[in-house]
């Protein structure tokens, strides 16, 4: 391990401050959250280095912290400290490492400041290890240790205690469902157009990400003309709306274990059959595949992206699409969670395919695209905001090179990232979700 | 070949009951780290990932890293072919039984090329300054004794004592494998079927084909 990462206060002074007994605690939760697929894949990396051009840090940083086999690296040397005979015995060996203050500064540094969680390198990896479940479990040490990065805390903070990850007021978020309303019904000119709330027995529940009705409505009412277009017989929720979860970044199972808890007594509440999550990667990972898991139980309810809703109206002729009325190049940039955590592959394509004139897909795409690099909470962590920047210039590349005029993503931390990178890198692309370009090649029925 | 003394046999077939009961407690203690069932529903076929990670995913045109690292990718397929090719030799010395000429050749390819490879690997790990940070003595160690250990599977037709030496190196190889990082021999196949029931049953891998009117 080489220079030792400082941080801004108040990290800096948590991590000075850390204690034996504190150490212990981080170290005891890392263990017990090591189960037998964990276990198995510490004992296999074999340590080869072609990770390295999986990784969008690795291949714009370029040093060797950026690289997911050093990453792995500092797992695997606490695991085998701790939890094999020659960690134990012969540690230099092994390369084995007490988990001590030095160690908690390279995996902030690394583990939370390197990696957003993205999966690639595993589908890279010879060996094939998921490297995002060892991440995560190792950042479930560091937030026992109250080491998490002050932004993606207070995110998770302000989800447990409000019921969503800003802090928005349930009378704000009605009152701004009842104006999106007037605007959807002007939009469709139907005043009879519904966004409906807390509706029972509705077929599904909307879920949105909170940033939607404070900085991006217009893809609230895209999905609202889309729903109306299809006849759909929906609900929002008139509180728990929000489908983040970002226990899944901080490493808080606890935490993750109670935003999900919310939306599964919210689905109970209002009897809904499916649970549909907007266009968010991490909302319908973590709803989907990790919430069965961190409550132990089967959902008695489907989870559904709005994806596969959407994709089911075009193949079902509930909605027809007119794509002239979308004729910039478009192209499709595939969220990590939503693509190669969660398996939603094909539906956005087919979407897009219907709703646009000018479709083209970026290299690599689908399970082998590059993250955009807003994932793994890296948008709340400030404290390394350049080197996200900087991580998402292998996105920029791959954007330029289709010429697109619209990059659509189906997610909207993805889009935040983008609208970034825009700036970042002088694109000069508009920035969409998927809904947004179907609403707009919408063929209403009163036309 | 000079044939190898009862006792060397015996040392050699020890040391590789040891080195297979080793491993297999090692498989076997990873579940003592806890297992629960997955509650997801599953969208796709863990059965079908499975047999993509074995196939299809392990091919350059599938496996970026294999692509862009096609000198290594070769290297890592002939250092194993190597070892295989070495861990028959080492049967033809114990047990002993004749291979054909033709076959003979063939074994002295692949062991010839598995040394070459097992060299250019430790050579690659010794100089490119990124490997540095990701290395620690095991890795050096495991490829030496491995590489010494197809040496001596090359020379052992043709120098008496070279039999002698390729059981010596046997038995290191076979109880140093549970102790370091050799162990993805084992660990490979565990590891490539979660890797398989990971994204096969989130319906990722194997591709699924376009949507149809």
């Not at chain 1, 919210?266 to 990972?285: D, P, Q, Y």
Request: aromatic share 10%; hydrophobic share 45%.
């Amino acid at each position: 391990m080489s220079d030792t990462p400082r941080f801004p206060t108040p990290l800096e002074e948590k991590v000075s401050a850390l204690d034996e007994a504190m150490l212990a605690k981080g170290l005891g939760v890392f263990l017990s959250s090591i189960d037998f697929r964990s276990a198995a894949l510490l004992n296999s990396c074999v340590h080869c280095g072609l990770c390295a051009d999986s990784c969008h840090y690795s291949l714009t940083i370029g040093d060797e912290k950026s690289l997911p086999g050093y990453k792995v690296g500092l797992i695997e040397k606490v695991f085998k400290r701790y939890a094999t005979y020659m960690g134990r015995n012969f540690p230099t060996w092994v390369g084995a490492h007490d988990f001590d203050e030095k160690m908690v500064r390279e995996w902030i540094d690394s583990l939370y400041g390197r990696c957003s969680m993205c999966g690639r390198c595993t589908i890279g990896c010879t060996i094939g290890l998921n490297v995002p479940s060892l991440v995560g479990a190792a950042r479930g040490a560091l937030a026992a240790m109250d080491l998490v990065p002050p932004g993606l805390q207070s995110t998770v903070d302000k989800a447990v205690t409000t019921g969503n990850n800003m802090g928005i007021p349930t009378q704000d978020w009605l009152e701004t469902v009842d104006w999106l309303q007037e605007e959807l019904q002007t939009a469709v000119g139907d005043p009879s157009a519904r966004l409906p709330i807390d509706k029972e027995g509705a077929r599904f529940l909307y879920t949105a990400n909170p940033r939607e009705p404070t900085f991006f409505p217009l893809s609230l009412i895209a999905a609202g003309k889309i729903f109306y277009a299809a006849g759909e017989n929906w609900t929002l929720p008139s509180e728990h709306y929000d489908l983040t979860n970002y226990g899944l970044f901080s490493g808080d199972i606890g935490a993750a274990r109670t935003i999900a808890e919310t939306l599964v007594k919210t689905m109970e509440r209002l009897g809904t059959k499916t649970l549909v999550i907007g266009e968010c990667g991490h909302g319908f990972a973590a709803n989907r595949w990790e919430g069965p898991e961190w409550l132990q139980k089967e959902y008695g309810f489907e989870v559904k992206s709005i994806l596969e809703i959407v994709a089911g109206y075009i193949r079902d002729r509930r909605i027809k699409l007119d794509p002239s009325r979308n004729t910039k190049r478009v192209t499709l940039h595939d969220p990590c969670n939503l693509v190669r955590h969660g398996g939603i592959v094909e539906e956005q394509r087919y979407i897009l395919r219907h709703a646009v004139s000018d479709f083209v897909e970026m290299t690599p795409n689908r399970e082998k695209n590059f993250c955009c690099g807003g994932g793994g909470g890296q948008l709340a962590m400030s404290c390394f905001t350049d080197r996200r920047k900087s991580a998402g210039g292998v996105k920029a590349e791959q954007i330029k090179q289709t010429e697109a005029k619209i990059v659509v993503a189906p997610c909207h931390n993805c889009i935040d990232q983008l609208t970034e990178l825009n700036k970042h890198f002088k694109l000069g692309v508009e920035v969409r979700t998927v809904c947004e370009v179907t609403a707009n090649a919408l063929v209403l029925p009163a036309e | 070949m000079q044939p190898l003394s009862p006792l060397l046999r015996g040392a050699v077939a020890v040391s590789f009951i040891v080195c297979l009961a080793s491993l297999t407690i090692l498989v076997v203690r990873t579940f003592s780290f806890g297992k629960r069932p997955l509650r997801a529903r599953p969208r796709g076929s863990a059965a079908g990932g499975i047999a993509y990670a074995f196939g299809a995913g392990m091919m350059p045109w599938e496996k970026e890293s294999a692509r862009k690292h096609i000198p290594t990718y070769t290297a890592g397929i002939l250092y194993h072919a190597g070892i295989f090719a070495s861990f028959l030799a080492l049967l033809a010395v114990i047990m002993p039984f004749e291979i054909g000429e033709l076959l003979q050749a063939a074994f002295h390819i692949f062991l010839a090329a598995g040394f070459a490879a097992g060299t250019f690997l430790l050579a690659k790990r010794m100089l490119v300054p990124a490997m540095r940070p990701i290395s620690c003595p095991d890795d050096f160690a495991s490829n030496i004794i491995v590489t010494i250990f197809i040496a001596s599977a090359f020379t052992a037709p043709f120098v008496p004592v070279a039999s002698t030496v390729l059981a010596g190196m046997s038995i290191l190889v076979l109880l140093y494998i549970p102790l370091g990082k050799i162990r993805h021999c084992f660990f490979f196949f565990y590891t490539r079927i979660l890797f398989g029931l990971f994204f096969g049953r989130r319906g990722v891998l194997p591709h699924h084909a376009a949507i149809e009117e």
